[in-house]
């Protein structure tokens, strides 16, 4: 592992191992595809490769760790191809699923809306029956990869007049289906990862329901369970902490060497309580609480990292420096943290209901 | 958990509950002595329970989650470092002074509960530990801002024998252990207070504000309480300095957020003597001290990561968790 990302990983740029589940690579997605370490868990009939989760879990770390750019397919390998295999139709799990082990489809998430973000109930999307078709109109946004993804699940009202949760459908839509078009949004950093995606009369044969009708919401959650959960909730700074590990060895000091021990500290403690989650899906639990205190605390943590830096080190974070580098660009990053895959408040909303408090 | 771990922890939880943070040595011991608690990482050998380091986690972790006034924890490390299945044992913090053959003059400090025991394990001044009895000396008591007794012997040319192991970390690692039974403790005693009282014509558990400050208190307990596991495995593994270190460092952190949250929802009455929250939140700020605050394991757990360089940051720290 350590060795294909030595060879594979550009360290010339050291911005782009910073929030490395963010940095698209095609070359390098179809180099870990082919490795085998793509669709680890997924059966072998559709590229998979039979390994059992905490394999798969040991080989993200690394990833992560490595700041290696592994944003083309992260979506697919984490939640879409997983969600194909156990909702989707066969023809569908056969059209996307081993190319997505190949690392050669890409995916994205069709949940925000203008007026669904953290409320993501009120979603206004329509899907509608004719025939044997299904008719999508509607708009989704924030959508990560919208323009790099061959392919969408969206979720959306397929039940026409019901409300809230009820009523709700997942969809896979192909990226290239007429009536679907992705327009970029960009972001602080005058970077481009999410669009906007709307959706004008795309009409999609039946199997392209995942699941069951007007089971969405159900669907949904336990898809959202897979997408937070994961590593990747706490190293988005870890390319920082690794620079200021060799700026402290460069210019020795009590307060840089208490810093690292408390990041390091840090680490290790969600290290250990990330595995724990992985540990309980393997064995077919649902940790729903466990996992969304490790992703509040995960997020809280990587946010913090470059503020702390920014106060213990007198570095322009514009740069040349690389710890100066990486600093400015996760200073900018940062405030996403506690917003994509759910917010701060949403978590500890259900944290909150787990303790018993509503 | 196995049957016999089920039955230890439903036997820890009654005494410690039983005897709680008013205790004290003269009324409680007898009842954990006759038990022999105490022998519980004691080989069985040696006349103890050959218990595993996950196990004394689950009774250290009882005893702060109990607020317990016993000096339980002290005195199972001292029997497991002494190897001793007699008396009672306690651990030192601080040695100063000089071993001469095989004599020590000096003073051990930071000795909780001190009176009444038999023998007293400290680190060695010049690495390991040491056993002293505890009457070769005179005895100054003191207390920690919780009220437990941490007590200092000073002695003057008195046999030592010396021992292997680390006491002051193995100490830490009961503390860290204590620390996030206090602070589920406290959680407990948070969330119940919230569900009862009425402001506003409704539980303050209604209001989101109250809400979102406990559920990051949920956090850091949780964080807590895995990094006390986190450690104990492994010491089962062999030893844990940076186990060890990391996880007095997270759970220090814990208890900052902690005790201001709890003290923060229960409003003023949480500031009274009569109100059961300060037994655990005293305890708290007096542990974050006890056996290395954040200075001392820093330097413990940064200094070698900074000399190892970042390429070895990760793989020591995947080698660390297993
Ligand atoms: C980098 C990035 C990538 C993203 N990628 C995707 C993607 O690929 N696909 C996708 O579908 N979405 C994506 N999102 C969208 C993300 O899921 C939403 O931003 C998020 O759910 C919040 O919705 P919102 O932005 O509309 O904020 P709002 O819901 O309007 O919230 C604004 C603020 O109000 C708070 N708030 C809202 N409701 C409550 C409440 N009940 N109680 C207390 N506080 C509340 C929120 O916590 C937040 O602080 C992405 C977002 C970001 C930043």
New interface residues.
């Given amino acids: 592992m ?1 060795a294909l990302v030595a060879e594979h990983v550009d360290t010339a740029d050291p911005r782009r191992l910073a929030n490395g589940w963010a940095v698209p690579d095609p070359a390098f997605s179809r180099a870990l595809g082919a490795a085998g370490l793509i669709g680890m868990t997924w059966p072998k009939a559709y590229g998979g490769h039979e390994r059992s989760p905490l394999e798969r879990y040991v080989v993200l ?2 990833l992560l ?2 700041g290696a750019p592994v944003g083309a397919h992260w979506i697919a390998d984490r939640q879409t191809g997983a969600l194909l295999l156990r909702y989707g139709h066969e023809d569908q799990k056969a059209r996307w699923v081993p190319g997505m082990a190949a690392g050669e489809i890409y995916a994205c998430i069709g949940l925000s809306e203008p007026n669904a973000g953290s409320d993501l109930a009120s979603v206004r999307t329509t899907a509608r029956r004719e025939g044997e078709e299904w008719v999508i109109d509607g708009q989704k946004v924030w959508t990560t990869n919208a323009h790099h993804a061959h392919v969408m699940i969206a979720l959306v009202r397929s039940e026409a007049g019901s409300e809230r949760n009820a009523g709700l459908s997942q969809f896979v839509i192909p990226m290239d289906a007429p009536g679907v078009t992705v327009r970029p949004i960009i972001d602080l950093t005058g970077g481009h990862d999410f669009n906007e995606v709307f959706l004008e009369s795309v009409r999609l044969p039946a199997t392209a329901l995942v699941g069951v009708e007007g089971d969405g919401w159900r669907q949904v959650t336990a898809e959202l369970s897979l997408e937070r959960s994961g590593p990747e909730r706490y190293l988005s700074s ?1 390319a920082l ?3 200021l ?2 700026y ?2 460069v210019h ?1 000091s ?1 307060s ?7 990041l ?10 990330s ?2 989650v992985a540990n309980k899906i393997a064995r077919g639990e649902d940790p729903a609480l ?1 996992a969304t ?1 490790v992703k ?2 995960g997020n809280s943590f990587e946010q913090a990292i470059p503020e702390l830096v920014q106060a213990a080190v007198e570095v322009d974070p514009a740069g040349p420096e690389p710890l100066g580098l990486v600093l400015g660009h996760l200073l900018q990053l940062s405030p996403s943290f506690s917003l994509r895959g759910g917010t701060r ?1 949403i ?3 259900i ?2 209901r ?5 | 958990m196995n049957e016999q771990q089920q039955m230890l922890s439903e036997m820890a939880d009654g005494l410690f509950a039983e005897h709680g943070p008013t205790a004290t040595v003269e009324s409680g011991w007898p009842a954990i002595a006759e038990v022999a608690l105490d022998g519980l990482l004691l080989a069985e050998d040696q006349g103890g329970f050959g218990g595993s380091w996950e196990e004394a986690l689950t009774v250290f972790r009882l005893a702060g989650y109990h607020a317990i006034a016993l000096p339980v924890v002290e005195a199972i490390v001292a029997a497991a470092l002494a190897r001793r299945s007699d008396g009672r044992g306690t651990v030192a913090a601080v040695t100063e002074g000089r071993i001469v053959g095989d004599r020590f003059s000096g003073t051990l400090s930071g000795i909780p509960w001190g009176g009444g025991a038999d023998y007293v394990v400290a680190p060695a001044p010049d690495g390991g530990a040491i056993v002293v009895a505890a009457q070769a000396g005179t005895l100054d008591t003191g207390r920690n801002i919780a009220g437990e007794p941490r007590d200092r012997l000073t002695v003057q040319d008195a046999p030592v024998a010396r021992l292997e192991g680390n006491p002051f970390a193995l100490m830490a690692l009961a503390r860290v252990a204590q620390i996030a039974g206090a602070l589920d403790a406290t959680l407990a005693l948070s969330v119940g207070y919230v569900n009862e009282r009425k402001q506003f014509g409704r539980p303050l558990a209604k209001f989101q504000a109250v809400q979102q400050a406990l559920a990051s208190f949920a956090c850091e307990a949780a964080a807590a309480n895995c990094a006390a596991m986190g450690a104990a495995q492994a010491m089962s593994r062999g030893s844990a300095p940076f186990e060890i270190a990391a996880a007095k460092l997270r759970a220090n952190r814990a208890i900052g957020t902690g005790t201001a949250l709890a003290h923060q929802v229960h409003g003023a009455i949480g500031f009274t003597e009569e109100y059961q929250l300060h037994p655990l939140t005293r305890r708290l700020w007096a542990w974050r001290s006890e056996f290395g605050g954040d200075a001392y394991w820093s330097a413990q757990l940064g200094g070698p990561i900074v000399a190892a360089g970042s390429s070895a940051f990760w793989s020591g720290l995947t080698a660390l968790t297993g």
Avoid: F, H, Y
């Fill in positions: 350590r770390e690394e760790a490595a870890t902490v690794l620079q590990i060799d402290a060895r020795p009590e840089l060497t208490a810093l690292v021990a408390r390091a500290a840090e680490t290790w403690t969600l290290r250990l309580m595995a724990s466990e205190m509040d605390l408040e978590l500890k909303g944290i909150a787990g303790l018993g408090l509503r």
